[in-house]
T-cell receptor, first 113, second 112 residues
Framework: KAGVTQTPRYLIKTRGQQVTLSCSPI?????VSWYQQTPGQGLQFLFE???????NKGNFPGRFSGRQFSNSRSEMNVSTLELGDSALYLCASSVSTGDETQYFGPGTRLLVL | SQQGEEDPQALSIQEGENATMNCSYK?????LQWYRQNSGRGLVHLIL?????REKHSGRLRVTLDTSKKSSSLLITASRAADTASYFCATVLHSGYSTLTFGKGTMLLVSP
């Protein structure tokens, strides 16, 4: 089975721009979660989606949004980028929400200049 | 905010030695998990221990959980150079949710 895939793998943007990141979960997985990893704050939860519904949201400003499609693929969007948004964005999938083993993708490394 | 805090922040050992990492957390949990991350890549799930379990083994890994002290430890026996990575503990606070709350991690360097 193919693992979790994330596109693009690397991205460079400038302040004020917006960005969309994509995540394709493992086939059959219906839950997708997003995490941000920075050297200063570590790994922080962004959101969790299950069956196209956001089930949980972390403590991030409204500039961070996401969605999930009927095929379980998920996208997250960051508008009005700030320098502090530079991070590794990780997507994880699991069979169902509450399913405790999550499988992570390789991440998208975003650099905001 | 970080739920777990790993200790030590960094650990350097020789191949063949054992490596022990500790994790402390602040609130009641449903389960605690350990993940490995190689050089800024994705996370790999290693082991999960539930709040009603005290010890769990998986290959060269041994995890303990002390809910009274709100702490867990990960022991890697007979370390290999390939074990070089960052290790994170993550807690799940509520059953029915997938949300992981991570600690800051321990960087393990295993020298040949």
């Amino acid at each position: 089975k193919a693992g979790v895939t994330q596109t693009p793998r690397y991205l460079i943007k400038t302040r004020g721009q917006q960005v969309t990141l994509s995540c394709s979960p493992i086939s059959g997985h219906r839950s997708v979660s997003w995490y941000q990893q920075t050297p200063g704050q570590g790994l922080q939860f962004l959101f969790e989606y299950f069956s196209e519904t956001q089930r949980n949201k972390g403590n991030f400003p409204g500039r961070f949004s996401g969605r999930q499609f009927s095929n379980s693929r998920s996208e997250m969007n960051v508008s009005t980028l700030e320098l502090g948004d530079s991070a590794l964005y990780l997507c994880a999938s699991s069979v169902s929400t509450g399913d405790e083993t999550q499988y992570f993708g390789p991440g998208t490394r975003l650099l905001v200049l | 905010s970080q739920q777990g805090e790993e200790d030590p922040q960094a650990l350097s050992i020789q191949e063949g030695e054992n490596a022990t990492m500790n994790c402390s957390y602040k609130t009641s949990i449903n389960n605690l998990q350990w993940y490995r991350q190689n050089s800024g890549r994705g996370l790999v799930h290693l082991i999960l221990i539930r709040s009603n379990e005290r010890e769990k083994h998986s290959g060269r890994l041994r995890v303990t959980l002390d809910t009274s002290k709100k702490s867990s430890s990960l022991l890697i026996t007979a370390s290999r150079a390939a074990d070089t990575a960052s290790y994170f503990c993550a807690t799940v606070l509520h059953s029915g949710y997938s949300t992981l709350t991570f600690g800051k991690g321990t960087m393990l360097l295993v020298s040949p």
